[in-house]
């Protein structure tokens, strides 16, 4: 998988979000801790891009998009992040 896109959640950016993750294990269901950063991601040679919500404690989850634009609008629509403060990368992420 190869990162695109990556940043830094910061206190600009609405925490814990406008939406809810839920984490379900043995443990049973559960909030993830507040989100650290977002990584967009895609596996090459597919379709749509992946939103990467990391905690701190390096557990995450991801959404899935069709397209990048669309990706960048969850994160602007769930978190406030901007388009401008997104880093682009190029790194094997996960």
């Given at each position: 998988?190869?990162?695109?896109?990556r940043?830094?959640l910061?206190?600009?950016?609405?925490?814990?979000?406008?939406?809810?993750?839920t984490?379900?294990?043995?443990?049973?269901?559960r909030?993830?801790?507040?989100?650290?950063?977002?990584?967009?991601?895609?596996y090459?040679d597919?379709?749509?891009?992946?939103?990467?919500?990391?905690?701190a404690?390096g557990?995450?989850?991801?959404?899935?998009?069709?397209?990048?634009?669309?990706?960048l609008?969850?994160?602007e629509?769930e978190?406030?992040?901007?388009?401008?403060?997104?880093?682009?990368?190029q790194?094997?992420?996960?």
């Open positions: 998988m190869i990162a695109v896109k940043v830094s910061g206190p600009q950016h609405l925490s814990p979000g406008r939406t809810t993750h984490l379900i294990d043995s443990k049973g269901a909030r993830f801790q507040l989100f650290k950063s977002l990584v967009i991601a895609l090459p597919s379709i749509g891009y992946y939103l990467f919500h990391l905690c404690d557990s995450g989850t991801d959404t899935w998009h069709e397209s990048l634009k669309d990706a609008d969850q994160a629509f978190f406030g992040v901007k388009p401008d403060e997104w880093e682009d990368t790194e094997v992420f996960g």
